[in-house]
């Protein structure tokens, strides 16, 4: 979906608009022994801008991050476990910050730590399957609360000239994430059953790593095919030598 949001934090690895380099916080030099502090700060104060969007860069406000679909499956045959999350919002990623940058400029390529002390989600669920020994078909509403999010994304361009200016244009992009504490459940099931619901909240909380790891795959190919296509568009807009000077 073209409105994910979060992708703004990783716009600020590439936006300084050669007319609003202050907005990025002003140009690194790449010959600085301290390049990569200076882009953290930079990046930094063009997430403080972007939080509320900025239409100039085609960039909307960080809150909420949306996300289609995601789907996990527990166990094999007809009774394993399947549940599908549709129009999951999250809030708290405005919150996130990068805590760590290492380049090699001279391969153009950069990795990002970035860091979130609490990002909450909502969605819809639809399930089957036998869990905890009960019969767990239905759906309902879907909550979680995670603390301690971290975010590592990697990515590589290859710069090229135009109008006399130079641009990077995207060759790989990769992404990794964790989170330290997870929360969550399920509520307002569409049968009223209390048993499955108590029954469902208890297999989720006791295992709610297992799950997020259920759902990395199909989340981590999902953000990075969103954070490509949107990066390649900034990319092409903004010049890479506004934020890397010589």
């Known amino acids: ?63 909420p991050v949306v996300i289609d679909e995601l789907s996990i499956a527990l166990g094999s045959g007809p009774d394993g476990y399947r549940a599908t999350f549709n129009d999951i919002h999250a809030t708290g990623v405005s919150n996130m910050s990068i805590i760590n940058v290492r380049s090699d400029l001279e391969t153009h390529q950069f990795q990002l730590t970035l860091y979130s002390p609490h990002i909450s989600t909502r969605a819809r669920y639809q399930s089957s399957g036998v869990l905890l020994l009960v019969r767990a078909s239905g759906g309902g509403d879907y909550w979680g609360e995670y603390d301690g999010v971290k975010a590592k994304v990697y990515f590589r361009g290859e710069p090229y000239e ?28 569409h049968n009223g059953n209390s048993v499955l619901q108590a029954a469902l909240n208890l297999f989720i909380n006791t295992n709610a790593q297992e799950l997020l790891k259920e759902m990395k795959p199909e ?20 010049p890479y030598d506004d934020w890397i000077k010589d």
Do not use: H, W
């Open 1 to 63: 979906m073209e409105r994910f949001r979060v992708l703004l934090f990783f716009a600020a690895v590439i936006a300084s608009a050669s007319s609003n380099t202050n907005i990025f916080g002003g140009g690194c030099s790449r010959r600085s022994p301290t390049v990569d502090a200076c882009l953290m700060r930079s990046f930094n104060a063009l997430i403080d801008y972007l939080k509320g969007g900025a239409p100039e860069l085609g960039i909307e406000e960080a809150e």
């Open 162 to 189: 135009r109008d006399g200016r130079t641009y990077l244009k995207l060759k790989v992009l990769k992404l990794d994430f964790s989170v330290k504490e997870i929360e969550m459940g399920v509520r307002n099931l």
């Open 219 to 238: 989340l981590k190919k999902d953000l990075a095919d969103k954070m490509s296509r949107y990066l390649e568009r900034i990319l092409d807009q903004i």
